[in-house]
């Protein structure tokens, strides 16, 4: 009988279940101790646009429970927003990669660009008109081209 239910539990800790469900009762703690008499400030535009990234990363990388308290915390609206409005604000094109986080997109981006301005003996917070409009190759396996 212990046998079994320790296999049961294995199932469930190996398809993350178990995962899911820690998630769902952290957020559902949150809420609970959440004080209604306290008016939260609206979400910031700039909150609004960061939280997305991160959804997008915690998704990509199946933090699931991860996912549920950052959206009960922040308040951020269920639906997801637009890929392509979010490039936008970010004054990025879209990736032709839409499965990976742009997240990953914009450090690889800031991380190339140090170690060329490294390499060539500039320093990072120099930049060229050379550098505008140039195609990144980014990890993982994302090409994305940053408007000029």
């Known amino acids: 009988s212990s046998g079994i239910n ?12 178990l995962n899911d469900l820690r998630g769902r ?14 008016e ?16 997008e990363y ?5 933090y699931h429970h ?3 308290v950052l959206m009960q915390e922040s308040r951020q609206p269920h639906q997801p927003l637009d890929r392509d409005f979010l490039c936008s ?6 990736p032709s990669q839409p499965d990976v986080p742009l997240l990953y997109g914009m450090v690889s981006h800031f991380t190339d660009q140090h170690n ?11 930049s060229t008109e050379e550098e505008e ?4 190759t980014l990890q993982p396996s994302i090409t994305i081209v940053h408007k000029a």
């Open 89 to 94: 604000e970010l004054h990025m094109k879209t």
């Open 40 to 55: 939260r400030p609206k979400l910031p535009s700039e909150n609004l646009l960061i939280n997305e990234l991160i959804r």
């Open 6 to 17: 320790a296999e049961y539990g294995e199932t469930l800790e190996n398809g993350g279940v």
């Open 133 to 136: 409009g140039e195609v990144k």
């Open 116 to 126: 060329r301005n490294t390499h060539h003996g500039g320093s990072a917070e120099e």
């Open 66 to 68: 991860t996912l549920s």
């Open 58 to 62: 915690l998704t990509f990388n199946n």
């Open 25 to 38: 009762i952290r957020a559902e703690i949150f809420r609970a101790l959440e004080d209604p008499s306290l």
